[in-house]
């Protein structure tokens, strides 16, 4: 078994409700590649899950997290439930995909891909009313494309052309997210925006993710989209057995 069979079956037997899956790196800095080659790179990762669902009776959501409208509708037509689109949905051959297909879409808030350092929101004007203005735009853009509003979830894109402070107000003001009704999902796993308070290398900062996921989940944030989903599934169970 390989390690991401072996860890895709973690999860699927954790009780992970949703995996998302890129084959394209937005890290800053990162290349950009062809529509072609980022299938190719998703294709072995549906396959496994093909096998996992033959054993398995209840399996995860799968979300594709992609820019490309192609690479969008492969992974529709193989069984994917969801597209995550980095660029905001904002392209017209994705919203023909997303409405001919009804798939429910996260569209998330972004300056660049990859990102590009140095290039954020104004600092003197706050980041929930600038993303605000952001999503009125849009959802008269969505509106406008014919698409299902109801199937779109809103991404503020922490650490895609925010500051530090900003991604932290972002965090701390989720609830402001609410004006339009979107349902609300924030990825803030492991982040630079952390090296203000984590001094550790990015892949051991699950404990501070873990912390902002429940401050979060005060909030009523919807989905968190984390790297170690596995710890966070025990942690909201013990949180969520207490909230209520």
């Keep these: 078994m390989s390690s991401l069979e072996a860890q895709l079956k973690t999860w699927v037997e954790s009780g992970v409700q949703i995996l998302d899956m890129g084959g394209e790196?937005?890290?800053?800095?990162?290349?950009?590649?062809?529509?072609?080659?980022?299938?190719?790179?998703?294709?072995?990762?549906?396959?496994?899950?093909?096998?996992?669902?033959?054993k398995h009776e209840f399996m995860p959501l799968i979300s594709v997290d992609t820019r490309h409208a192609q690479v969008a509708r492969k992974a529709l037509e193989r069984g994917a439930d969801w597209v995550n689109d980095v660029t905001g949905l904002s392209g017209?051959?994705?919203?023909?995909?997303?409405?001919?297909?009804?798939?429910?879409?996260?569209?998330?808030?972004?300056?660049?891909?990859?990102?590009?350092?140095?290039?954020?929101?104004?600092?003197?004007?706050?980041?929930?009313?600038?993303?605000l203005d952001w999503l009125d735009r849009q959802s008269v853009a969505w509106k406008e494309a014919g698409l299902d509003i109801g199937r779109i979830i809103f991404d503020p894109g922490v650490g895609f052309g925010k500051t530090a402070l900003q991604n932290q107000d972002i965090i701390k003001r989720t609830a402001s997210f609410r004006r339009h009704g979107f349902r609300?999902?924030?990825?803030?796993?492991?982040?630079?925006?952390?090296?203000?308070?984590?001094?550790?290398?990015?892949?051991?900062?699950?404990?501070e993710t873990l912390g902002l996921s429940l401050a979060m989940c005060e909030q009523g944030v919807d989905i968190i989209r984390v790297h170690d989903p596995v710890s966070h599934i025990r942690a909201y169970r013990a949180w969520a057995q207490i909230r209520n």
């Design 92 to 131: 017209t051959a994705m919203h023909a995909l997303v409405r001919e297909k009804e798939a429910t879409t996260v569209a998330m808030h972004s300056l660049s891909i990859p990102v590009r350092p140095g290039e954020t929101l104004a600092t003197d004007r706050p980041v929930d009313l600038q993303l």
């Design 184 to 207: 609300l999902l924030i990825g803030h796993s492991r982040k630079s925006f952390m090296n203000t308070y984590a001094a550790h290398a990015f892949a051991d900062r699950d404990i």
């Design 25 to 54: 790196s937005t890290r800053p800095g990162a290349d950009t590649i062809s529509a072609e080659h980022e299938w190719q790179r998703l294709k072995p990762a549906f396959e496994l899950l093909d096998r996992l669902a033959e």
